[in-house]
């Protein structure tokens, strides 16, 4: 089969790899039907994280299924599935109580930008929907895969609901899609943090009330005059960078609820203004799982459309284009045709 390979920093192929094969009776192969560019894989391909050795690349997947193990009992080949960029058997205690990112048997799968995935723990990572849906829905059950549901997670952790000023900081594609959620949520008041054009737009499509274009000190001092001198109730960080965790922690009004769920790099909390904010923090790594068979369900019957933050689609092929255009923010995500 095809699939993507980062060699180096800046450096992606696609190259001939091997076809993934039934490893364990509790795992899946599935056909991609779309894959896609993750901000997370920037990392490497800025160099950031380091990388050991060619990398198959990509962690977000919806697919038909080929073929299951023998001990898989709730997929079957021929179904569209959705799954997480961690497998869980759904059944540990961690699963049950809705943290199935953490499950104490999760695992990859990694190397989804390709034509083929190996999905372990089949039965308790992926999804079906009903039937096998349009094409144009793909986009966005292929967005439930990761940045849908993790922009929820960012939003549910925010505790964004009826009456909250929810503030997002991060303007990629799980930012917009936490815009998303808390319109879904029921927020009343969305403000989005962007300096970008088109995403704006989006942003506002999803929901938002307010943009603040303004970033750190001034950011801060804006969300502060759109919440009467307080500070929003829910924020929702979407970026991983000191500078965006503490304009998250500083936006949120003593008593409030910060969601982080960009992948952190070199944060490091300052304890004395932690202890003096007040503020509940909860994220990390989204327990997609969790949220996969009501989003699915939102998107089969049309009520949300995420897969509108794929604004560039490109033939698998050309992956390599496509982590450029992300790069160099040309594009704000790129789905990518096996
Ligand atoms: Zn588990």
């Avoid at 990398?55 to 009992?73: D, F, K, N, R």
């Avoid at 569209?80 to 961690?86: C, P």
């Avoid at 549910?156 to 936490?178: C, S």
Wanted: net charge negative; aromatic share 6%.
């Amino acid at each position: 089969m095809r699939g993507a390979v980062m060699h180096a920093p800046g450096d992606v192929r696609v190259e001939n790899l091997e076809d993934p094969r039934i490893e364990r009776p509790t795992d899946a192969i599935i056909r991609l039907s779309a894959t896609c560019v993750c901000g997370s894989d920037l990392w490497p391909y800025r160099g950031v994280d380091k990388l050991e050795g060619p990398t198959p690349m990509g962690h977000e997947y919806a697919g038909v299924v080929e073929e299951v193990g023998s001990e898989v009992t709730g997929i079957k080949p021929g179904q569209f599935v959705v799954g997480s960029f961690f497998a869980s058997d759904n059944t540990c205690e961690i699963c049950r109580a809705g943290y199935q990112s953490s499950c104490i048997h999760r695992e990859g799968p990694r190397g989804a930008q390709a034509e083929y995935l190996r999905v372990p723990l089949a039965d308790g990572t992926l999804v079906a929907t009903p039937e096998v849906p349009p094409a144009d829905l793909v986009p966005g059950y292929l967005a439930a895969s990761d940045v849908l549901g993790t922009g929820w997670f960012g939003a549910v952790a925010a505790e964004a609901g009826p009456g909250k000023t929810v503030a997002v900081v991060g303007d990629g594609a799980v930012g917009l899609l936490a815009v998303l959620a808390a319109k879904q949520l029921g927020a009343e008041r969305i403000i989005a943090m962007s300096r970008h054009e088109p995403r704006q737009k989006l942003a506002r499509e999803y929901g938002a009330t307010d943009i603040v274009t303004e970033r750190g000190d001034e950011g801060i001092a804006r969300i502060k005059d759109l919440t009467d001198g307080l500070g929003a109730h829910s924020v929702v960080e979407a970026v991983g960078t000191q500078e965006s965790m503490m304009q998250a922690i500083h936006s949120t009004r003593p008593g409030g609820h910060v969601g982080y769920v960009g992948v952190a790099h070199e944060v490091s909390l300052p304890g004395m203004e932690l202890f003096f904010s007040h503020v509940h923090l909860h994220g990390g790594p989204a327990p997609v799982r969790r949220f996969l068979p009501e989003l699915m369900g939102l998107i089969g019957e049309r009520t949300i459309d995420p897969g509108k933050v794929f604004d560039l689609d490109l033939p698998l092929q050309e992956a390599a284009e496509g982590y450029r255009a992300m790069d160099e923010r040309r594009a704000i995500k790129t789905l990518l045709r096996p």
